[in-house]
């Protein structure tokens, strides 16, 4: 069956001070995951001139858990978009084939750094906007003690119903709209056949697991997700087998 690999990018150097949003870039650590990351995943998916040579070896991401329960239905289903901003792909210099694995990343420095070992000529790359993180409006680029000691009351509103609550402030989302942008993004991949790895962000990486493994929207908003961390996919008419990797550095 095929495989949908989900992770979040790298350590970014927001996430070493604890500031949200932004286009950070990722930190040393960061890029050692996204080395890590990119000889791992070849080991699934060698470039096509490779697959004959290529021998899977043990990596330094070792397995854990197991088996997810049935998926959601909490999703309103409706046929539109398809990802933007498209590079690789079929390329018209060279007629070398390419791996069967599509890497998805947002448009944030920080993931498009994740998937920078993986060649353009070898894998088919596509940066989706729809896969940028949830928009903070105003509060972009702060930390969350920022944000409550000059917003008290919207930090208040947001840690009572974080599902619903919209950020202020031009373009600021809550998880209900990007659950509602991620539409186009869930309907190709229950479409296509093909493998993908899919590297974006906190809130997208939260919505799109707990749509495959059926985790209730109201806990959807606090689903651990931590960095680091790969989660191996493979869809099944009822459900789907999930196996997650952690990067040990
Ligand atoms: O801190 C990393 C991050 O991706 C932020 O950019 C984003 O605002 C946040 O996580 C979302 O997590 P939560 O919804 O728990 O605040």
Known sequence: PRTIWLTRHGESEY????????DPPLTPLGRRFALALSKFIGTFHPPPDESASTTITSTSIPPSSVTAPPPSSSFPRSTSLLPDDTFGGTDATTSRPRSPLSIWTSTLQRTIETVQHFSPTEYDLKRIKFLNEIYAGVCENMTYAEIEQTHPAEFKLRADAKLVYRYPGPGGESYVDVIERLRPIIIELERMQTNVLIVTHQVVLRTLLSYF???????????????HTLYCLKPKPYGADLVKYRFNP
């Open 15 to 22: 996430n070493v001070s604890g500031r949200i949003g932004g």
């Open 213 to 227: 493994i059926g985790v209730p929207l109201d806990d959807m908003p606090t689903l651990s997700v931590p960095l």
